[in-house]
């Protein structure tokens, strides 16, 4: 995994799901267009390089702004794992 945050959209087209371009952002932080070719957006997978699966504030943001899916990926040794949110229903939680 990098040491640097790397994501992208999943878009659904068709009944199947695609995978956008990468992007790399900072250390603590990536921008991924919600945007796809064709299609709906329907998920941003991104890593956490601290290895924290915890949603951070932006990505609430994100998943409540455009209803999508938010997926983090940690590196544990040799093993990614991916732990994905669904759009917080709750306009309270932050």
Known sequence: MAEVEVGYIV???GG???RGNSHRGGKS?????VRCPSGKPTAIVHNHPSNSPSLSR???ITARTHNL??????????KVRTKCYRPPSDSREK
Do not use: A, W
Not at 29 to 33: E, G, L
């Open 11 to 13: 878009c659904r087209s």
């Open 16 to 18: 199947h799901l695609v």
């Open 29 to 33: 932080n990536v921008s991924v267009p």
């Open 58 to 60: 932006q990505d609430k």
């Open 69 to 78: 899916v938010v997926c983090v990926q940690t590196k544990h040794g040799v």
